[in-house]
């Protein structure tokens, strides 16, 4: 089962005629003007369970922000490189990002692991 529903996000603006400007997470690639059927109201939660907790800091390596790769869930070819859609420890799935191979030096391991699923999973 996949997420129906990502959010919640703040209104910037309202456009008029039932559209709304959203503040998206930075990664998104999308339009961020949607009609107002598109949009739930955030409701407040009532139970401890639902509420998320924090994702965690970045580690910082070499003095740069560094976050934890908890597996590559896809790959495709773009140019001369590949790009794998890598989802974060941590991080909900609306975060997940397509991150080129030479953006990912410390997840050789995961990679791998995720090769290994792949060829296993198309013989």
């Known amino acids: 089962m996949d997420n129906k529903?990502?959010?919640p996000f703040r209104?910037?603006?309202d456009i008029g005629l039932g559209a709304f400007q959203l503040e998206l997470l930075e990664g998104w690639?999308?339009?961020n003007v949607f009609n107002e059927d598109l949009l739930t109201r955030c409701v407040e939660l009532k139970f401890k369970g639902q509420h998320k907790e924090p994702a965690p800091p970045p580690v910082i390596?070499?003095?740069e922000e560094e976050y934890k790769v908890e597996e590559v869930?896809?790959?495709r070819t773009r140019g001369q490189g590949t790009q794998y859609l890598v989802h974060w420890k941590g991080y909900g799935d609306e975060h997940d990002?397509?991150?080129a191979e030479s953006g990912?030096?410390?997840a050789k391991q995961v990679i791998e692991d995720y090769w290994t699923r792949y060829s296993s999973q198309n013989l």
Do not use: S, V
């Open 5 to 7: 529903r990502y959010g």
């Open 11 to 13: 209104i910037t603006k």
């Open 29 to 31: 690639m999308i339009h």
């Open 61 to 63: 390596i070499n003095e």
């Open 73 to 75: 869930r896809k790959h």
């Open 97 to 99: 990002q397509w991150i």
């Open 104 to 106: 990912l030096p410390h």
